[in-house]
């Protein structure tokens, strides 16, 4: 089965440090990686997302850096948050669209105030 | 959260009861998805549906059932098969566009379904 392995399971990171979560994935039929933030008792809502043709993305402290061949995308946070303090998920859509969407298992991310 | 609806919030369930989640959307997606998610476990997929009256299973489908009879509807219900259900629910719902930006799955606030 596909799988999208992301790390570290949980992060805990200074105030106005740098949040970096990695996810690998196995295969090359993706062609969507998008990141989900998701706050206790809430559900995930989409944070920023890539597409394979391109190796960076940024919008305000966020960044998504993609490395094509070795299979790797990772978010970067930059001056990490009080308010960041979440979990995060790494997807992979599927190019074939009747194949279902690749979920990383998540980063509990706590940033000390 | 993305015009989805979940009821209710809590739910607790007495072992051997069905129970019935329930998920609205208004975003005209044709597409509507249940998870579970348990802790360090990410989202695990139930079942789904890409139009009314079909749906597909998912991963973990044993010990539940969907219906789609609406295109804004999609319940699920944890039936007394299900041994574990303890868990968190999260429906979504996404476009069925042939651009990929536009098949982004949007989802609901969740159920936290609890048994006694």
């Known amino acids: 089965q596909q799988q999208v392995k992301q790390s570290p399971q949980s992060l805990i990171v200074q105030k106005g440090g740098i949040s970096i979560i990695n996810c690998a994935y196995e295969n090359t039929a993706f062609d969507y990686f998008p990141w989900y933030q998701q706050f206790p008792g809430k559900g995930p809502a989409l944070l920023i997302a890539i597409r394979p043709d391109v190796s960076e993305k940024k919008e305000g402290r966020f960044t998504i850096s993609f490395n094509k061949s070795a299979k790797q995308f990772s978010l970067h946070i930059m001056d990490s948050q009080p308010g960041d303090s979440a979990t995060y998920f790494c997807?992979?859509?599927?190019?074939?669209?009747?194949?279902?969407?690749?979920f990383g298992k998540g980063t509990r991310l706590h940033i000390l105030p | 959260d993305g015009g989805i609806t979940q009821s209710p919030k809590y739910l607790f369930r007495k072992e051997g009861q069905n129970v019935t989640l329930s998920c609205e959307q208004n975003?005209?997606?044709?597409?509507m998805y249940w998870y579970r998610q348990d802790p360090g476990q990410g989202l695990r997929l139930i079942y789904y549906s890409q139009i009314v009256n079909d749906f597909q299973k998912g991963d973990i489908a044993e010990g539940y059932s969907v219906s789609r009879e609406k295109k804004e509807s999609f319940p699920l219900t944890v039936t007394s098969a299900q041994k574990n259900p303890t868990a968190f629910y999260l429906c979504?719902?996404?476009?069925?566009?042939?651009?990929?930006?536009?098949?982004?799955?949007?989802f609901g606030p969740g159920t936290r379904l609890t048994v006694l």
């Open positions: 975003l005209n997606h044709d597409a």
């Open positions: 997807a992979a859509y599927p190019m074939n669209r009747d194949d279902k969407i690749i």
């Open positions: 979504a719902s996404s476009s069925l566009g042939t651009t990929r930006s536009y098949n982004e799955q949007f």
